[in-house]
T-cell receptor
Framework: DGGITQSPKYLFRKEGQNVTLSCEQNLNHDAMYWYRQDPGQGLRLIYYSQIVNDFQKGDIAEGYSVSREKKESFPLTVTSAQKNPTAFYLC????????????????FGEGSRLTVL | GESVGLHLPTLSVQEGDNSIINCAYSNSASDYFIWYKQESGKGPQFIIDIRSNMDKRQGQRVTVLLNKTVKHLSLQIAATQPGDSAVYFCAEKRGYSTLTFGKGTMLLVSP
């Protein structure tokens, strides 16, 4: 079945360690996104990529890094510079919407829960 | 499951009632709006969308209403079922921008 696969579902990290969250999609979508979700808050955009080998910072990019070497993959690295990394991380993908913009409906993965010990 | 619902506005209804979830959006120039449903521990799922040239759109058991004058969006769920219990997010965008999400509303449906 087509969809977005995030792994791992749960991840524990010690302070000072970098960790990488995986996101793979087989929907043939051009655009991919990473969001962070904290309790009681909406989704906040970390990074997004509209095409292979290109990506842009979202609203809360500090302490995170991404790469987009393949269309189907958009891994997120949470670095030691991220001061409060414990959160639920969501990956999404989309094709351009019919309104002409780059983001139509977003398709989300099941999320990765990162906890810093 | 994930505690994404902590401190959220909560709407409690009885099974079979109609539910109305409201959302105030921020950008008067937004031209596309979308509602997502998120169950505990899962990623958000698309419910329904609407473009700014419309004021109403209906799906299966759901209706979205858009009032651009007061920048207000609502989601109506008919004959609410226990399986509708979740957090509901609205999101907006304008042109080539990315989606901006609201904080969400938790819907609790009692049998």
């Amino acid at each position: 079945d087509g969809g977005i696969t995030q792994s791992p579902k749960y991840l524990f990290r010690k302070e000072g360690q970098n960790v990488t969250l995986s996101c793979e999609q087989n929907l043939n979508h051009d655009a991919m996104y990473w969001y962070r979700q904290d309790p009681g808050q909406g989704l906040r955009l970390i990074y997004y990529s509209q095409i292979v080998n290109d990506f842009q910072k979202g609203d809360i990019a500090e302490g995170y890094s991404v790469s987009r070497e393949k269309k189907e993959s958009f891994p997120l690295t949470v670095t030691s510079a991220q001061k409060n990394p414990t959160a639920f991380y969501l990956c999404a993908s989309s094709n351009p919407g019919t309104s002409g913009g780059p983001t139509g409906e977003l398709f989300f993965g099941e999320g990765s829960r990162l906890t810093v010990l | 499951g994930e505690s994404v619902g902590l401190h959220l506005p909560t709407l409690s209804v009885q099974e079979g009632d109609n539910s109305i979830i409201n959302c105030a959006y921020s950008n008067s120039a937004s031209d596309y709006f979308i509602w997502y449903k998120q169950e505990s521990g899962k990623g958000p799922q698309f419910i329904i969308d609407i473009r700014s040239n419309m004021d109403k759109r209906q799906g299966q058991r759901v209706t979205v209403l858009l009032n651009k004058t007061v920048k207000h969006l609502s989601l109506q769920i008919a004959a609410t079922q226990p399986g509708d219990s979740a957090v509901y997010f609205c999101a907006e965008k304008r042109g080539y921008s990315t989606l901006t999400f609201g904080k969400g509303t938790m819907l609790l449906v009692s049998p």
